[in-house]
């Protein structure tokens, strides 16, 4: 039970409105936490979307060669998306992140919030895109979300919403 409470007051750490303290992450470290994030995204997705595509669908291949590619880039991106999420948290959650546990915990709660927002009815558009993405390397995939995610803050911004999803990129240099 101690090894879990670990990763739950990383949690709790994370939680904390980061516009209120004014940090934010670069594009290069928004596309870590993306390649972090993607495997299970295109995992869950794939599950959510199950009943409205067929069994040869990309997103349903659970094990299939793409995700094994975003495996690796995720496990890679690993060290640079705990620092991101450091830098976004108090700095006792850097000590918090170097649990085994930490990563399963942040993705079962980041993942439902993302794919939770899905419309059964996007199920065949998200599967044409995953399918024209995979080719690309996945740290490539991860950019054009952030690029993505970034013009979405700013369009919205200039349309008087608020930005979704709330991820505190810096200004562009």
Known sequence: ??????PLVAL??????????????TDAQAESLALVALPEIIRETGRVCSARL????????????????????????????????????????????????????????VVPQIVGRIDLADCGTIDRLVTQLEPLPPRNTASVVVTVLRYLKTDRARAGKAAVPQ???CPAP
């Open 1 to 6: 039970m101690k090894s879990l409470a670990i």
């Open 12 to 25: 709790a750490l994370l939680a904390q409105p980061v516009a209120a303290q004014g940090r934010c992450v």
């Open 54 to 109: 067929p069994a040869a669908s990309l997103i349903r291949r659970a094990d299939s060669d793409l995700i094994a590619r975003y495996q690796a880039a995720a496990d890679r991106a690993w060290p640079a998306a705990k620092t991101a999420i450091g830098q976004l948290s108090d700095p006792a959650v850097v000590m918090l992140l170097d649990s085994e546990y930490a990563r399963p915990v942040i993705a079962s709660v």
């Open 167 to 169: 991820l505190p990129l």
